[in-house]
């Protein structure tokens, strides 16, 4: 049983695009994630949702618009791809994001490749 | 900016052998957290630190969190292949109204049989 699922896990495209990443997490959380993992492997948070609210949203461009339709869902939408976007995405959950202990449970990353 | 510096970035040793990793910041955290990612995986929980002074032992893995919740260390005793991959550390904030973790960009480790 897959607690954090991704998909796809690999993605290639071309420059221009748009493309969308699915995560679904069967764990029952209410929180759920959205890091970029760099070549440098800084992993950066993008958006967090809990209860299907917004309560992240970092510096990110907004060509990138999560949504989430359930709390066990949180979907990235990315436009008009450039070749700055490839990086690892990986989508993560946990129980509360405000009690400060949480463990995070990741998802196996997408590879996003842009051509 | 509150950064959390990892070192080394990159470690090699053979099988059999002790090593040291850190994780330093000027920033307090609530709490930290150690994580290991092997290649096409997410990062998986490894223990979590709270308690200024903390030791905690996970089989041959130790973790301690610094006095002062700035800094943390994972020493490793007797290493083995299985514990290649990349630890990484991440920091709670403690910030009520916009949680976040703040990620080390992580040693890569590799032990040679």
């Known amino acids: 049983d897959t607690a954090v699922s991704q998909t796809p896990k690999y993605l290639v495209t071309q420059m221009g695009n748009d493309k969308s990443i699915k995560c679904e997490q069967n764990l029952g959380h209410d929180t759920m994630y959205w890091y970029k993992q760099d070549s440098k492997k800084f992993l950066k948070i993008m958006f967090s949702y809990n209860n299907k609210e917004l309560i992240i949203n970092e510096t990110v461009p907004n060509r990138f618009s999560p949504k989430s339709p359930d709390k066990a869902h949180l979907n990235l939408h990315i436009n008009s791809l450039e070749l700055g976007d490839s990086a690892v995405y990986f989508c993560a959950s946990s129980q509360d994001p405000w009690t400060g202990k949480e463990t995070q449970y990741f998802g196996p990353g997408t590879r996003l490749l842009v051509l | 900016t509150q950064l959390l510096e990892q070192s080394p970035q990159f470690l090699s040793i053979q099988e059999g052998e002790n090593l040291t990793v850190y994780c330093n910041s000027s920033?307090?955290?609530?709490?930290l957290q150690w994580y290991r990612q092997e290649p096409g995986e997410g990062p998986v929980l490894l223990v979590t630190v709270v308690t200024g002074g903390e030791v905690k032992k996970l089989k041959r893995l130790t973790f301690q969190f610094g006095d002062a919740r700035k800094d943390s260390s994972l020493h490793i005793t007797a290493a083995q292949p299985g514990d290649t991959g990349l630890y990484l550390c991440?920091?709670?904030?403690?910030?009520?109204?916009?949680?976040?973790?703040?990620w080390g960009a992580g040693t890569k480790l590799i032990i040679k049989p």
């Open positions: 991440a920091g709670d904030t403690g910030v009520d109204s916009n949680y976040q973790l703040i």
């Open positions: 920033s307090v955290f609530s709490s």
